[in-house]
C-alpha cells in the first residue's frame, strides 16, 4: 500500500508541474542578475540567464516529459509490430527482422546524435525520431521474447490448428500475451529515453541554450550546484521523480494484473 501511494506520488508531482507549470509561470524573461540568492520575490532565486527560477522550472516540464513520451511511443508502436512478425512469420522473417536490427543496434546512442547535430540536424523534430528509433531493436527483442514463449507457442499452434487466421492470431491473442513484458519494459525504457534527450541536450544537440527544459537548465546552471542549489537540484529531483514513480506504478499495475488473473 505505501509503495503504490509512494510511487503514484513520485509520479503525479512531475506531471501536474508539467501540465499546469505553463499556465501558471507566466512568461520566462530575465528578471535580474545570473544566480542570484532566493529572497522574497524569487524564492528558488534566479538562472545562468538571470530568470527566476521556479518559474524557469515550472515551464520547463513538458517539453521534456513530451519529448519523452512521444519518444517512446512512436518506438513502440515500430518496435512491437516488428517483434510480433518476427514471431509469427517463419525463420525467413525473423532472421531478416532481426539481422537488420542489429545494425541500428551496433551503433552508440550518443554517437549516433552527435554525428546528426554535426551534420546540421537536431531540434525535437530530428531528435524524437532518431531516440525512438535507436530503440526499436531492443524493444523488438523483447517482443519477440514474450511470443515465442513456449506457453504462448503452444496456444498459438492450437489457433493455427482451428483455421484461425494469422493477423486475428497475432492482435487477438499473442499481443495481450506480451503486454506485460512491455509495459514492464517500457516502465525501465522511460529512463533509458530520458536519458538519453537529457543528454542531447546536456550535449547542445537537442533544445536551443535558453530553453526551460528541466535537462537544459541543469546542464545550464550546473556550474552554480554549490552557490545556487535549487535552480540544479529541483528539476533533477523532479527527472528522477518522473523514472522512479512511473516504475513502481507500473510494478503494482502488473501485480495487480497477476491477481486477478
Not at 155 to 176: C, D, M, S
Not at 230 to 239: F, I, Q, S, Y
Request: hydrophobic share 55%.
Amino acid at each position: 500500500m505505501v509503495s503504490r501511494a509512494l510511487g503514484w506520488s513520485l509520479l503525479a508531482v512531475p506531471l501536474l508541474l508539467a501540465v499546469a507549470g505553463p499556465v501558471l509561470a507566466g512568461p520566462v524573461v530575465s528578471v535580474g542578475a545570473p544566480w542570484q540568492a532566493p529572497d522574497a520575490a524569487h524564492p528558488l532565486g534566479t538562472d545562468v540567464l538571470g530568470r527566476d527560477a521556479l518559474t524557469v522550472i515550472l515551464a520547463g516540464g513538458l517539453p521534456v516529459i513530451g519529448m519523452t513520451v512521444a519518444a517512446l511511443l512512436l518506438a513502440y508502436l515500430a518496435g512491437v509490430p516488428l517483434g510480433l512478425v518476427a514471431a509469427g512469420r517463419g525463420r525467413p522473417a525473423d532472421e531478416t527482422v532481426m539481422r537488420s536490427l542489429d545494425l541500428v543496434l551496433a551503433f552508440p546512442s550518443l554517437l549516433v546524435l552527435m554525428v546528426l547535430a554535426a551534420t546540421g540536424h537536431r531540434g525535437p523534430g530530428v531528435l524524437i525520431p532518431a531516440v525512438a528509433v535507436l530503440q526499436v531493436p531492443a524493444i523488438t527483442r523483447v517482443v519477440r521474447a514474450a511470443a515465442l514463449a513456449p506457453g504462448c507457442r503452444t496456444a498459438v499452434e492450437a489457433l493455427t490448428l482451428q483455421g484461425k487466421p494469422w493477423w486475428r492470431i497475432q492482435l487477438g491473442y499473442v499481443a495481450r500475451h506480451v503486454t506485460g513484458p512491455v509495459a514492464t519494459d517500457a516502465g525501465t525504457r522511460l529512463g533509458v529515453v530520458l536519458y538519453l534527450l537529457a543528454s542531447a541536450n546536456f550535449l547542445g544537440l537537442g533544445l536551443p541554450a535558453d530553453s526551460p527544459d528541466w535537462a537544459v537548465v541543469i546542464e545550464r546552471n550546473s556550474e552554480a550546484l554549490y552557490t545556487a542549489p535549487a535552480v540544479v537540484l529541483v528539476p533533477a529531483a523532479l527527472l528522477m521523480a518522473l523514472c522512479v514513480g512511473t516504475n513502481l506504478v507500473t510494478d503494482r499495475l502488473l501485480a495487480a494484473r497477476r491477481v486477478i488473473a
